[in-house]
């Protein structure tokens, strides 16, 4: 979820009440689990003027340096997204990057999610389990982040076989359909409210 307001909170709550209606009328558990992803509504400009009051410090910090810096915005959406189910009556856990165990290379690739049966145990009794996108542990236990987009890689990484096996994965995003591009940035790319497999990866190859 990389755009959530109280609006989306409550949508978040009724699709929780609508998995738990079909839960009672089919064998086999349902899971929720979201990957929040900080807004700027949720935690305005906050990395952007960490990174600047590091390199004030130190222009010459190293890439770890910057990626500890950039990634604490995700534990607090995380948290913050937490608390706002739990307001609306959802049964909650957040877990930080280590209690997730989103193991990661120095070059930010996903190599392993290792807490997969502690998630499904908490999903099992009922919990909504939420987590931050955006970073994993790398080999020295140390944070490295995964680049642009890795909230959604993750919570898809997540959603399949071996690990929770959903069979669902549901992103929501701050835009209306799937584009080459940020429309933020070029405003008359063509947004597609739906693509097959095969579609997305050929819009994906041409690029804007």
């Given at each position: ?78 948290m913050m997204l937490a608390g706002a189910i739990a307001q609306h009556g959802g049964r909650v856990v957040d877990l930080n990057t280590h209690q997730m165990g ?107």
């Amino acid at each position: 979820m990389s755009l959530w307001t109280d609006r989306t909170v409550k949508e978040l709550m009724a699709r929780v009440s609508e998995l738990e209606r079909r839960m009672e009328e089919k064998s086999g558990p349902i899971y929720t689990l979201t990957a929040a992803e900080p807004t700027y509504e949720v935690v305005p400009n906050m990395t952007d003027d960490l990174i600047a009051m590091a390199r004030a410090v130190n222009p010459h910090g190293k890439k770890r340096d910057w990626e500890r810096i950039a990634s604490p915005a995700e534990d607090i959406a995380a948290m913050m997204l937490a608390g706002a189910i739990a307001q609306h009556g959802g049964r909650v856990v957040d877990l930080n990057t280590h209690q997730m165990g989103v193991a990661a290379s120095d070059d930010g690739n996903i190599l392993a999610i290792e807490a997969v049966a502690m998630m499904r145990e908490k999903l099992e009794q009922g919990y909504i389990v939420v987590g931050p996108g955006f970073k994993g542990v790398g080999f020295d236990g140390g944070t490295e982040t995964l680049g642009r987009g890795s909230s959604d890689t993750l919570a898809v990484a997540l959603a399949i076989p071996p690990n929770l096996d959903a069979g669902e994965a549901v992103i929501w995003k701050d835009v209306d359909g799937l584009s080459p591009a940020d429309p933020d940035t070029v405003p008359d790319i063509m947004i597609y409210p739906e693509l097959t497999y095969d579609e997305a990866k050929l819009v994906s190859d041409d690029g804007p």
